[in-house]
């Protein structure tokens, strides 16, 4: 595994420990959050917690431009969003 | 999550972009939250503008509430934020309810509004004709048939019967019918003619060109004084419909 693999990892878990604090409820502890999940379909976040999770993110890695990053994207793409997406996206503002 | 402490509720808000003008943007009522606006055109008008998002109460991540629904109401929840946020003179920009909020709020404090946007409001918002689109959604008895009122996009985002679609239910159902809101917004209705007439700050009309509300959108021309209509190819619901178009429009309005 390369460094950047290894970074990208620590980032997919802490990005998994964010979300089930926002989703704050019992199924979301067990549920397996990987690069591909997405938010909408497999996670079923609604459009709030992805503003919980933005803020979050943003706190956690003040590089990451969170709200610029989602201008560029209709609400529909937002909520198909991948996980990996949002740690790759991470890891290239780091 | 910052909040802001409003008339006994904790009120989430959200700011985006640091520098220039403040815009306050209100969202609309019962199924709505503060995201309406941060998912569509928010994170672009904040490039230049100092935007600041609140959830009402008892939506979003705001707290419950039990009462405090009505125009005049959430005007003083508006008022709160503003004197915490942006003291200053501020556009605010209001979609559907929010939007009769905002004019609610600019004619109670004109001294704090320096523009105002309607996006696709009704004013009154509950009409006695029972065909108001609040009407039938609170009447509405089951998710399908009030999703079937939502444009394609929005829909998707709310997607079958999961868990995204059941929470803005739960929250419905909680407002409809854990709370005084019904009672509420037909007792605080409406801004009057004469009060509209005294607001002498620009306002923009953004109305979908297949509005439910194009009857408002008339009596506004008729009683501001200084209103401009921008048609959107669009339904009621603007934001989700076109942001790109809303966001040209906001955007021209708010440099004008």
Redesign the interface.
């Known amino acids: 595994m390369s460094t950047t693999d290894a970074v990208r990892d620590e980032i997919l878990g802490e990005i998994a420990a964010i979300i089930r604090e926002v989703v704050g409820e019992e199924w979301a502890q067990e549920t397996p959050i990987e690069r591909e999940t997405t938010f909408?379909?497999d996670l079923?976040?609604?459009?709030?917690e992805?503003?919980?999770l933005g803020?979050q993110v943003q706190a956690r890695w003040p590089s990451a431009d969170f709200?610029?990053w989602?201008?560029s994207m209709?609400?529909?793409e937002?909520?198909e969003l991948r996980v990996g997406q949002l740690v790759d996206y991470v890891a290239e503002c780091r | 999550?910052?909040v802001v402490d409003a008339n006994g509720v904790r009120l989430h808000v959200?700011q985006?972009g640091t520098k220039g003008a403040p815009v306050l943007m209100l969202h609309g009522i019962v199924f709505d939250?503060?995201?309406t606006w941060?998912?569509?055109v928010a994170?672009?008008l904040?490039a230049h503008r100092r935007v600041i998002l609140l959830?009402w109460r008892g939506h979003?991540?705001s707290s419950p509430a039990t009462s405090g629904f009505g125009l005049r109401a959430l005007a003083r929840d508006v008022a709160a934020v503003a004197e915490q946020l942006a003291p200053e003179p501020a556009a605010i920009v209001g979609f559907s309810y929010g939007g009769a909020v905002a004019l609610r709020y600019a004619v109670d404090h004109p001294d704090r509004v320096e523009r105002i946007a309607v996006v696709d409001s009704p004013l009154p918002v509950v009409r006695g004709d029972g065909l108001d689109w609040m009407e039938r959604v609170l009447d509405s008895k089951s998710p399908g048939e009030w999703l079937e009122l939502l444009p394609p996009?929005?829909r998707?985002?709310l997607?079958g019967d999961?868990?995204?679609m059941q929470?803005?239910v739960d929250q419905m159902t909680r407002l409809c019918h854990g709370t005084a809101l019904r009672r509420e917004l037909a007792a605080d209705s409406d801004v009057d003619d004469d009060e509209l007439a005294s607001l002498d700050r620009p306002v923009l009309l953004a109305y979908g060109a297949r509005s439910w509300y194009e009857e408002t959108r008339d009596r506004l021309v008729r009683s501001l004084p200084d209103a401009r209509v921008t048609m959107i190819d669009s339904g009621h619901f603007v934001p989700?419909e076109a942001?790109e178009a809303l966001q040209a429009a906001l955007e021209a309005f708010l440099d004008a």
């Open positions: 909408g379909g079923e976040l609604e459009s709030i992805i503003v919980a803020e709200v610029t989602l201008s209709q609400l529909d937002i909520i | 999550m910052p959200q985006l939250s503060l995201a941060y998912f569509t994170p672009a904040a959830d979003g991540r996009r929005q998707a985002v997607a999961g868990r995204r929470r803005r989700f942001p």
